[in-house]
C-alpha cells in the first residue's frame, strides 16, 4: 500500500520570501518521490523527483526539495517566492516492488502575495 | 518533442448518454495512466497500462467504465451511460516504464454532464 499526505490545503506567502509545501508520504518499499505542479485549467507539470542519492534534489524554476528518510517526508522549497509560482501543488509517491502505480496527494494551493 | 495529447479538452452531454475520451501518449512510453480529477483535488487512477496490458484497474467502476489500449499505443476511456456524478476532469499520462521516471500528463478532458 501506498499514500501521500498534504496536510496543508493552502499556504500563503510574502514575493521574496522563502516558500515550504509539506508532503508525507508511507510505502512499503523504498520510495520514489515527484512534485508537480498544476495551474488553472492546465495539465499536471513535472517539477522534480527523488530516486536515490543526496537527500536534496533541485528542479525547475528553482524549486528543490529535502527527503528525509526518519520523517518520511518530501518537502517542496524554494528561496525566493514568485506571484507567478501561485498554483496548485501536489506531491505522488511510487516506489520499489510496487510496479508503476502513482500515488497523489490532495493537493496544495500556494499564493504568493506582493 | 510532441506531450501527451488528448481529446476532446471539453465535452458536455446530457446523463445516460455515452462519452469518450482519446489519448495519445509521447511516443516510446510503455506506461499509461487514466486518472480521474475533481475540483481542487489530486488524482485519483482510474487505469494503468503496462503497453497494451492493463495491470491496475481496481479504481475503474466496470459497470460503466471502460478503456483500451490497442497496440500499446494510443488508448480510449468510455463512460456509459453517463451520471452527473462523472462530471470531473480525465488526465492521461504516460511514462517511460520504470516506477522511478516521472509521467508526463496531458491538458485533460473536462467533462459536464447536465
Known amino acids: 500500500a501506498q499514500s501521500v499526505a498534504q496536510p496543508e490545503d493552502q499556504v500563503n506567502v510574502a514575493e521574496g520570501n522563502p516558500l515550504t509545501v509539506k508532503c508525507t508520504y508511507s510505502v512499503s518499499g523504498n520510495p520514489y518521490l515527484f512534485w508537480y505542479v498544476q495551474y488553472p485549467n492546465r495539465g499536471l507539470q513535472f517539477l522534480l523527483k527523488y530516486i536515490t542519492g543526496d537527500n536534496l534534489v533541485k528542479g525547475s524554476y528553482g524549486f528543490e526539495a529535502e527527503f528525509n528518510k526518519s520523517q518520511t517526508s518530501f518537502h517542496l522549497k524554494k528561496p525566493s517566492a514568485l506571484v507567478s509560482d501561485s498554483a496548485l501543488y501536489f506531491c505522488?509517491?511510487?516506489?520499489?516492488?510496487?510496479?508503476?502505480?502513482?500515488?497523489f496527494g490532495t493537493g496544495t494551493q500556494l499564493k504568493v502575495e506582493l | 518533442e510532441a506531450g501527451v495529447v488528448q481529446s476532446p479538452r471539453y465535452k458536455i452531454i446530457e446523463k445516460k448518454q455515452p462519452v469518450a475520451f482519446w489519448c495519445n501518449p509521447i511516443s516510446g512510453h510503455n506506461t499509461l495512466y487514466w486518472y480521474l480529477q475533481n475540483l481542487g483535488q489530486g488524482p485519483e487512477l482510474l487505469i494503468r497500462y503496462e503497453n497494451e496490458e492493463a495491470v491496475d484497474d481496481s479504481q475503474l467502476p466496470k459497470d460503466r467504465f471502460s478503456a483500451e489500449r490497442l497496440k500499446g499505443v494510443d488508448s480510449t476511456l468510455k463512460i456509459q451511460p453517463a451520471e452527473l456524478g462523472d462530471s470531473a476532469v480525465y488526465l492521461c499520462?504516460?511514462?517511460?516504464?520504470?516506477?522511478?521516471?516521472?509521467?508526463?500528463f496531458g491538458q485533460g478532458t473536462r467533462l459536464t454532464v447536465v
Open positions: 505522488a509517491v511510487s516506489f520499489t516492488g510496487g510496479g508503476n502505480k502513482l500515488t
Open positions: 499520462a504516460s511514462s517511460l516504464g520504470p516506477g522511478n521516471t516521472e509521467a508526463f
